[in-house]
């Protein structure tokens, strides 16, 4: 399997962007797609999941109510809508596969190239 992650772009405070990650190969029903992100000088951090066969979903607590993960099961397609953006927000959004629902990063074991979003004050 391989990722492409898209959709990244500049916006300012309290506006939306759509990110997408197009998964090239099989992804099976017991797989789970991520998004994580990392801003300048801080770690890489789980933002969310989605299970690829139901619609169990995992938030970190910083983007939830704000964010949402969804998935397109015929297009291999995961995207994380992110509304009421914050400059917090900013960073490099990676998506990536696991076999659990889990917010671990080390559980991840494909990755895509990254998609920088950046917020404006």
């Given at each position: 399997v391989q990722l492409q992650a898209s959709g990244g772009g500049l916006v300012?405070?309290?506006?939306?962007?759509?990110?997408?990650?197009?998964?090239?190969?099989?992804?099976?029903?017991?797989?789970?797609?991520?998004?994580?992100?990392?801003?300048?000088?801080?770690?890489r951090e789980f933002v969310a999941a989605i299970r690829w066969s139901r619609q169990s979903t995992i938030y970190s607590d910083s983007v939830k109510g704000r964010f949402t993960?969804?998935?397109d099961n015929a297009e291999?397609?995961?995207?994380?809508?992110?509304?009421?953006?914050?400059?917090?927000?900013?960073?490099?959004?990676?998506?990536?596969?696991?076999?659990?629902?889990?917010?671990?990063?080390?559980?991840y074991n494909v990755w895509g190239q990254g998609t920088q979003v950046t917020v404006s004050s």
């Open positions: 300012q405070a309290g506006g939306s962007l759509r990110l997408s990650c197009s998964a090239s190969g099989r992804i099976y029903s017991s797989h789970v797609m991520g998004w994580f992100r990392q801003a300048p000088g801080k770690e993960i969804s998935k291999n397609t995961v995207y994380l809508q992110m509304n009421s953006l914050k400059p917090e927000d900013t960073a490099v959004y990676f998506c990536a596969k696991a076999n659990g629902l889990t917010s671990g990063e080390r559980e």
